[in-house]
């Protein structure tokens, strides 16, 4: 790529980050380790969970928490169908149904009363997300999981570090699964990390996870086959030096979005990303624009061209999982959730990350401007 390629993410890696996997490749394990072992205590004071388990990716390990619940064939699982990170992809790899209900036209959050009116007598859980970084209403699901008598399963892969109501996500779930993949703040390449309270879920995740390097001369079976779904002491010793400061992480972060904001304000045909009342601090994923309704699915691409021309990767924040080809085989249609169809068609998700200029951000909002021309739309209000 060029110097002039601004890209969607941009990993903020430190010297302390590079000294960490530095000593890791120097140290006698490579694979899952005590660097493994530290990174999980950490990260579970972090969250203010008992337990970590660290795995391989979020998918994986909601896919672990699903098997540690017993859920699988038969199952349904109620599930948003928006977002960036398709963890809900588990589901069905688990065998299990996502039952997709409608979100939020301004959050972009699972509703609660959508959600409970999918509810059957196959429901074995909720999985609700913090799409974005934004928190969904958890004192909601909280009450419709215990009325219910299902587990509440969190989704925070796209979320590190938002508050609602004075907590951080992933203290809501019964369990609630991470991911360190790009483009999250917390990168470690690859992994992902899922915590609880319950010593007991915490001791079959492992147990599903895989035998540690020690273990491995084992003929015995134990409960069952475990699927080698760890972490290696490289990336959990990156994701552990990263952690030491997520909090410079995010404020820079937090820098860039104000520098978006400046931008988008004298842009009427956009809507800035949105913060409901009961939420104390968002930590976006992505910063994600939303377009005004004069403007099309198809005018949304050609602005997505526009900006590649001019050397800005951006991308449709979300494709809805319920048109997607494997679930519209299973019986999803089109108009089926017109809110979250409504809110991904006009969605554009552009660069964010810490190594963004002030020049740069008005770059990106100037040329997103002139392609909303280009493509005819002109200033239009988003309602």
Request: with cysteine; hydrophobic share 45%; proline share 6%.
């Amino acid at each position: 790529m060029s110097d002039a390629w601004i890209a969607l993410s941009d990993p903020d890696i430190a010297p302390s980050d590079l000294d960490a996997v530095t000593a890791a490749l120097a140290s006698p394990t490579l694979s899952m380790g005590a660097a493994t072992e530290a990174f999980e205590a950490a990260f579970a004071a972090y969250v203010g969970r008992r337990h970590a388990v660290a795995v391989a990716s979020g998918t994986i390990g909601l896919g672990l928490v699903l098997r540690a619940y017993g859920i699988g064939t038969g199952d349904e699982v109620i599930a948003s169908p928006h977002g960036w990170r398709e963890t809900a992809h588990a589901i069905a790899l688990a065998g299990a149904t996502p039952v997709f209900a409608d979100i939020d036209y301004w959050a972009g959050t699972l509703v609660p009363e959508k959600a409970a009116a999918r509810i059957t007598p196959r429901t074995r859980a909720l999985l609700v997300s913090n799409p974005n970084g934004h928190p969904a209403p958890w004192d909601a699901f909280r009450a419709l999981a215990e009325q219910h008598r299902v587990p509440l399963l969190e989704d925070s892969t796209e979320a590190i570090g938002s508050l609602y109501r004075g907590a951080r996500v992933g203290s809501f779930g019964d369990c609630a699964v991470f991911d360190f993949s790009q483009p999250s703040p917390l990168v470690c390449g690859e992994g992902g990390m899922v915590v609880t309270d319950d010593t007991d879920i915490a001791t079959a995740l492992r147990r599903h996870r895989g035998r540690r390097p020690e273990e491995r001369a084992s003929v015995v079976l134990g409960l069952a086959p475990p699927l080698q779904a760890g972490m290696s002491d490289l990336a959990a010793a990156l994701g552990l030096s990263q952690l030491a400061r997520i909090d410079t992480i995010l404020e820079k972060r937090r820098n860039v979005a104000a520098a978006y904001l400046q931008q988008i304000k004298s842009f009427e045909g956009i809507k800035d990303p949105f913060v409901a009342p009961d939420v104390d601090d968002v930590h976006w994923f992505l910063y994600v624009v939303h377009l005004g309704t004069r403007f099309t699915r198809s005018a949304r691409d050609a602005i997505v061209d526009d900006l590649r021309t001019e050397q800005v990767q951006a991308t449709a924040y979300s494709q809805p999982l319920h048109l997607q080809p494997f679930y519209f085989a299973q019986g999803c249609r089109r108009g089926d959730l017109p809110v979250t169809e409504k809110v991904a068609h006009r969605a554009v998700a552009l660069p964010f990350h810490t190594h963004l200029s002030p020049d740069r951000i008005a770059f990106i909002v100037g040329t997103m401007k002139d392609a909303s021309i280009n493509v005819g739309a002109g200033a239009a209000i988003y309602l």
